[in-house]
């Protein structure tokens, strides 16, 4: 029986290579597969190479795995360019010509057809774009998919926006694939998926969830400038924010946007910004600001290939020390990282309630890979959330108060906080050091008292943060230490080297800073060989490990500069090559 | 009426014949003349000797980064469309480093009053030229004459979509006062310049030099400030600075464009969780 399934449809930007994609992903989805997406896109809308994966697999997973066994190729250069991560008896559907000019040695052990999509889908429906339809079909013969589901995915894609004929000509298109996949393919190139009871689950990307976590825990303020792979967590709110009573904002610039977002949040909203690199340097100064006032915003950071513009459309963990030590000045700040996209909702949630806590800002830091691809996952516990506003201080509460002091010193370093508006709690919001009713004073003994309280207010923090979650054996030699979206590459490499006979465990990073300097000196101590596994090119998780843990071990550090996902292939051989 | 004392806090420590006195008096008064309580008000200014306005005057505020005092005003004004926002700037927070944010927050439409206090100079920074420094002034940055032509914000305003553009002058606090109070009226955007004097860093252009310099449009026959064309030709004038209400039209306010409800304030609902439709945005990734 088939326990695993990738699927690959390459071709150029501008040819429904998502289209395909998604529905593809959302079929199997329904079949009752666990689904992973990877989408490998340039950063132009058309002309130019891209790739969608879609791995399915009856076990859980977290990532796409390090094989292709279909590859549905919309020209020639796709093959050529995926050929090598075919797997042995994949099967390659290429439109068009070129097949002849592979040598024999690349193409052995992998089923060659022609499979002329695009002349098929002008001769008998008018339009190229059907051939995403016909290629469909022809995928499930291959992997005798469902076919009442694609045909009900098709309606719900089309019978709102494009109407009934549309509906007809897209499930005539994909049972004419069906049909021709039969007529081209043995029945040994089949590969039939069972179908299993798809039970309260949904398909999601990170950013969504994010935006589903935000509308959860209150959220009703969101501004943003456009920037790949964020602005999908502004997309998914955009529509529904009305009907919440929020309001959604596209600003000038990120400047503008986490300025805004502040003004919000010290308004009474709970506020949130999202962005990637670029943007994020330009909310630095910001940040610094929120830092000073105590003012409780969200930043949402889906983290590209830098530095500069980079490369927008390709993920990276390259920002991660961003955030922990950037900007100017110094001030407290939590950074969260979800692994996965229910960790996206649940750490979303979270974050807003950490942010009025202890006002100060709280960045959710994730990736392109974990933020733009799909994964399924449980349906997200709604009757978890719990709002929980801090400080804030209720009308009443404030008549009582004798001038009133936002900034008060507190044992706690947390000061009650009103809201414009409100009588008897006029205060100053003060970027310049001010004193605790918030009015400036840059007198040396109130600054070295205002610096104690606002650096104090996380001290107590550990019990409100996402722990580190331990992964796999209880006792083992090889440890890893990751966060965020290369947690699937990492659970698949320790199974893999669980079958060569090595035991491994794994610290998953959830929350970055505070540091749980704890919990990874204890996991550190009883492991022999450690690896810090991370998409970036300099080892930064490794470097902030380091400057926390002291003394500490010497550390493996497995980096990938590539611009594509962590595979679990990236991990195991320099794992056995150390340990043997 | 309430008392101007209500909104007094301290007195400012601005250099003795600042023209910040002029627009703090002004401010006072116009908040004593208008139904509100200081709670009900929030100023939030920028960087520069303007930015200090906040500890001298009673309500909330909000003292932020240089330039970036309209995307934080624009924040507060969406959550709670039931407060006066009152932004209060420099030459070199609106025109320099913060002009971007207050082109989009002027096109927006947003309902905040934008007070420029213009100085044409640096002042908090010892002098320096400023956008709107007159070209071949010596300052400490230009020893050898600006070569920067200065900025008209009136008339950027005017070409950018302003649906209220106002200029005041610090040594007439009574006009001032009655151009701010027509502008925190305004449904909308409204921008007040106020021609205010450097008595340490800016020697030439001095309370006597804008005297001589300025002309009220209202003098102007027939001005109308619903007439565009005549309000270019008064911002056009050489020589000549007119002020007074330059420009005025009714166009909606952003609150009212994207507010779901500009009557329940944000800053007022209940942030519980609404499960239902909550389960029901969820359905659609089954």
Same mark, same amino acid.
């Given at each position: 029986?088939?326990?695993?399934?990738?699927?690959?449809?390459?071709?150029?930007?501008?040819?429904?290579?998502?289209?395909?994609?998604?529905?593809?992903?959302?079929?199997?989805?329904?079949?009752?597969?666990?689904?992973?997406?990877?989408?490998?896109?340039?950063?132009?809308?058309?002309?130019?190479?891209?790739?969608?994966?879609?791995?399915?697999?009856?076990?859980?997973?977290?990532?796409?795995?390090?094989?292709?066994?279909?590859?549905?190729?919309?020209?020639?250069?796709?093959?050529?360019?995926?050929?090598?991560?075919?797997?042995?008896?994949?099967?390659?559907?290429?439109?068009?010509?070129?097949?002849?000019?592979?040598?024999?040695?690349?193409?052995?052990?992998?089923? $060659?057809?022609?499979?002329?999509?695009?002349?098929?889908?002008?001769?008998?429906?008018?339009?190229?774009?059907?051939?995403?339809?016909?290629?469909?079909?022809?995928?499930?013969?291959?992997?005798?998919?469902?076919?009442?589901?694609?045909?009900?995915?098709?309606?719900?894609?089309?019978?709102?926006? =494009?109407?009934?004929?549309?509906?007809?000509?897209?499930?005539?298109?994909?049972? $004419?694939?069906?049909?021709?996949?039969?007529?081209?393919?043995?029945?040994?190139?089949?590969?039939?998926?069972?179908?299993?009871?798809?039970?309260?689950?949904?398909?999601?990307?990170?950013?969504?969830?994010?935006?589903?976590?935000?509308?959860?825990?209150?959220?009703?303020?969101?501004?943003?400038?456009?920037?790949?792979?964020?602005?999908?967590?502004?997309?998914?709110?955009?529509?529904?924010?009305?009907?919440? %009573?929020?309001?959604?904002?596209?600003?000038?610039?990120?400047?503008?946007?986490?300025?805004?977002?502040?003004?919000?949040?010290?308004? %009474?909203?709970?506020?949130?910004?999202?962005?990637?690199?670029? %943007?994020?340097?330009?909310?630095?100064?910001?940040?610094?600001?929120?830092?000073?006032?105590?003012?409780?915003?969200?930043?949402?950071?889906?983290?590209?290939?830098?530095?500069?513009?980079?490369?927008?459309?390709?993920?990276?963990?390259?920002?991660?020390?961003?955030?922990?030590?950037?900007?100017?000045?110094?001030?407290?700040?939590?950074?969260?990282?979800?692994?996965?996209?229910?960790?996206?909702?649940?750490?979303?949630?979270?974050?807003?309630?950490?942010?009025?806590?202890?006002?100060?800002?709280?960045?959710?830091?994730?990736?392109?890979?974990?933020?733009?691809?799909?994964?399924?996952?449980?349906?997200?516990?709604?009757?978890?959330?719990?709002?929980?506003?801090?400080?804030?201080?209720?009308?009443?509460?404030?008549?009582?108060?004798?001038?009133?002091?936002?900034?008060? $010193?507190?044992?706690?370093?947390?000061?009650?906080?009103?809201?414009?508006?409100?009588?008897?709690?006029?205060?100053?919001?003060?970027?310049?050091?001010?004193?605790?009713?918030?009015?400036?004073?840059?007198?040396?003994?109130?600054?070295?008292?205002?610096?104690?309280?606002?650096?104090?207010?996380?001290?107590?923090?550990?019990?409100?943060?996402?722990?580190?979650?331990?992964?796999?054996?209880?006792?083992?030699?090889?440890?890893?230490?990751?966060?965020?979206?290369?947690?699937?590459?990492?659970?698949?490499?320790?199974?893999?080297?669980?079958?060569?006979?090595?035991?491994?465990?794994?610290?998953?990073?959830?929350?970055?800073?505070?540091?749980?300097?704890?919990?990874?000196?204890?996991?550190?101590?009883?492991?022999?060989?450690?690896?810090?596994?991370?998409?970036?090119?300099?080892?930064?998780?490794?470097?902030?490990? =380091?400057?926390?843990?002291?003394?500490?071990?010497?550390?493996?550090?497995?980096?990938?500069?590539?611009?594509?996902?962590?595979?679990?292939?990236?991990?195991?051989?320099?794992?056995?090559?150390?340990?043997? | 009426?309430?008392?101007?004392?209500?909104?007094?806090?301290?007195?400012?420590?601005?250099?003795?014949?600042?023209?910040?006195?002029?627009?703090?008096?002004?401010?006072?008064?116009?908040?004593?003349?208008?139904?509100?309580?200081?709670?009900?008000?929030?100023?939030?200014?920028?960087?520069?000797?303007?930015?200090?306005?906040?500890?001298?005057?009673?309500?909330?505020?909000?003292?932020?980064?240089?330039?970036?005092?309209?995307?934080?005003?624009?924040?507060?004004?969406?959550?709670?469309?039931?407060?006066?926002?009152?932004?209060?700037?420099?030459?070199?927070?609106?025109?320099?480093?913060?002009?971007?944010?207050?082109?989009?927050?002027?096109?927006?439409?947003?309902?905040?009053?934008?007070?420029?206090?213009?100085?044409?100079?640096?002042?908090?920074?010892?002098?320096?030229?400023?956008?709107?420094?007159?070209?071949?002034?010596?300052?400490?940055?230009?020893?050898?004459?600006?070569?920067?032509?200065?900025?008209?914000?009136?008339?950027?305003?005017?070409?950018?979509?302003?649906?209220?553009?106002?200029?005041?002058?610090?040594?007439?606090?009574?006009?001032?006062?009655?151009?701010?109070?027509?502008?925190?009226?305004?449904?909308?955007?409204?921008?007040?310049?106020?021609?205010?004097?450097?008595?340490?860093?800016?020697?030439?252009?001095?309370?006597?030099?804008?005297?001589?310099?300025?002309?009220?449009?209202?003098?102007?026959?027939?001005?109308?400030?619903?007439?565009?064309?005549?309000?270019?030709?008064?911002?056009?004038?050489?020589?000549?600075?007119?002020?007074?209400?330059?420009?005025?039209?009714?166009?909606?306010?952003?609150?009212?464009?994207?507010?779901?409800?500009?009557?329940?304030?944000?800053?007022?609902?209940?942030?519980?969780?609404?499960?239902?439709?909550?389960?029901?945005?969820?359905?659609?990734?089954?």
């Amino acid at each position: 029986m088939i326990k695993d399934m990738s699927v690959m449809i390459a071709g150029k930007a501008g040819d429904g290579v998502l289209f395909t994609g998604n529905v593809l992903a959302k079929l199997l989805k329904r079949q009752g597969w666990e689904v992973a997406t990877y989408r490998d896109f340039p950063s132009n809308i058309r002309g130019e190479d891209t790739c969608y994966t879609v791995r399915s697999s009856l076990d859980k997973i977290y990532g796409l795995g390090d094989r292709v066994d279909i590859l549905l190729a919309f020209d020639c250069a796709a093959i050529l360019a995926h050929l090598p991560e075919i797997a042995e008896n994949g099967i390659v559907f290429c439109d068009g010509e070129g097949v002849t000019a592979l040598s024999p040695e690349k193409t052995r052990g992998k089923t $060659f057809h022609r499979f002329l999509l695009r002349s098929m889908a002008r001769e008998k429906y008018g339009r190229e774009i059907f051939k995403n339809m016909i290629a469909l079909g022809a995928l499930s013969y291959v992997l005798d998919l469902d076919r009442d589901l694609l045909e009900q995915i098709i309606s719900e894609t089309f019978l709102k926006r =494009k109407g009934e004929d549309v509906v007809r000509t897209n499930i005539e298109a994909a049972a $004419f694939g069906y049909e021709k996949a039969r007529e081209m393919t043995t029945e040994t190139e089949r590969h039939p998926l069972t179908r299993k009871e798809d039970d309260d689950r949904i398909l999601i990307s990170g950013d969504e969830a994010i935006a589903l976590g935000a509308l959860a825990a209150g959220c009703r303020f969101f501004a943003a400038y456009p920037i790949c792979p964020a602005s999908e967590i502004w997309q998914a709110l955009v529509h529904d924010m009305p009907d919440f %009573g929020g309001v959604v904002v596209q600003t000038e610039d990120e400047l503008a946007a986490l300025n805004m977002a502040i003004g919000a949040a010290f308004a %009474g909203a709970r506020a949130m910004t999202s962005t990637s690199g670029p %943007g994020a340097s330009l909310m630095m100064e910001a940040f610094s600001m929120a830092g000073m006032a105590e003012v409780p915003v969200v930043i949402a950071h889906v983290q590209r290939m830098g530095p500069a513009t980079g490369m927008p459309t390709k993920s990276q963990q390259g920002d991660v020390l961003q955030w922990i030590f950037g900007s100017h000045g110094e001030f407290p700040r939590i950074v969260l990282a979800p692994g996965t996209v229910g960790e996206c909702f649940d750490m979303t949630v979270r974050a807003f309630n950490l942010v009025e806590k202890y006002q100060c800002p709280v960045i959710l830091l994730t990736e392109l890979d974990m933020g733009q691809n799909y994964r399924t996952s449980r349906t997200f516990d709604l009757s978890a959330v719990r709002i929980d506003r801090g400080k804030l201080v209720r009308p009443g509460e404030l008549a009582a108060l004798p001038g009133f002091k936002r900034y008060e $010193f507190t044992p706690d370093g947390i000061s009650p906080r009103s809201l414009p508006g409100q009588k008897n709690g006029i205060h100053v919001v003060e970027s310049l050091e001010h004193d605790e009713r918030g009015y400036r004073d840059e007198g040396l003994a109130n600054r070295l008292r205002m610096m104690e309280k606002r650096m104090r207010k996380l001290d107590g923090a550990a019990v409100d943060l996402a722990p580190p979650q331990v992964w796999g054996f209880e006792k083992a030699d090889v440890g890893f230490i990751a966060c965020g979206s290369t947690l699937g590459a990492v659970l698949e490499a320790m199974d893999e080297l669980r079958e060569k006979k090595v035991a491994s465990r794994f610290l998953q990073l959830r929350t970055l800073w505070p540091f749980p300097a704890e919990e990874v000196r204890e996991f550190i101590s009883r492991s022999r060989d450690v690896f810090v596994v991370e998409h970036n090119f300099a080892g930064q998780l490794a470097t902030l490990i =380091k400057s926390q843990i002291s003394p500490c071990q010497e550390l493996g550090n497995i980096v990938s500069a590539s611009t594509r996902e962590f595979t679990p292939r990236a991990i195991v051989e320099p794992v056995l090559k150390a340990v043997r | 009426m309430k008392e101007k004392r209500g909104f007094h806090l301290t007195a400012p420590t601005w250099c003795k014949g600042c023209g910040l006195f002029g627009v703090f008096e002004a401010l006072k008064t116009v908040a004593a003349s208008l139904d509100f309580e200081p709670e009900d008000l929030v100023i939030v200014t920028g960087i520069g000797c303007h930015g200090r306005i906040n500890n001298y005057f009673r309500a909330y505020g909000f003292h932020g980064l240089h330039g970036r005092a309209m995307p934080v005003a624009t924040g507060i004004k969406l959550v709670n469309p039931r407060l006066q926002v009152l932004a209060v700037s420099g030459d070199g927070d609106a025109y320099s480093i913060g002009l971007g944010h207050f082109l989009h927050a002027l096109r927006k439409n947003v309902g905040l009053t934008y007070i420029v206090v213009d100085n044409r100079i640096f002042a908090l920074t010892q002098g320096q030229a400023s956008p709107t420094t007159d070209f071949g002034a010596v300052t400490i940055s230009t020893p050898f004459g600006s070569r920067d032509f200065p900025i008209d914000g009136p008339a950027l305003a005017l070409g950018a979509g302003a649906t209220f553009i106002a200029r005041g002058f610090s040594g007439e606090v009574t006009h001032l006062a009655s151009l701010i109070e027509r502008g925190m009226k305004h449904d909308g955007f409204a921008l007040i310049e106020v021609l205010s004097p450097c008595i340490t860093h800016n020697k030439v252009n001095s309370y006597d030099w804008y005297r001589k310099h300025i002309v009220h449009v209202e003098s102007i026959s027939d001005y109308s400030p619903r007439d565009k064309a005549g309000a270019w030709e008064a911002l056009s004038h050489p020589g000549k600075i007119a002020v007074g209400l330059i420009y005025e039209e009714g166009k909606p306010s952003f609150e009212d464009l994207v507010l779901p409800d500009r009557r329940k304030p944000i800053a007022s609902l209940d942030p519980g969780v609404d499960r239902t439709r909550l389960r029901r945005i969820m359905e659609g990734f089954r």
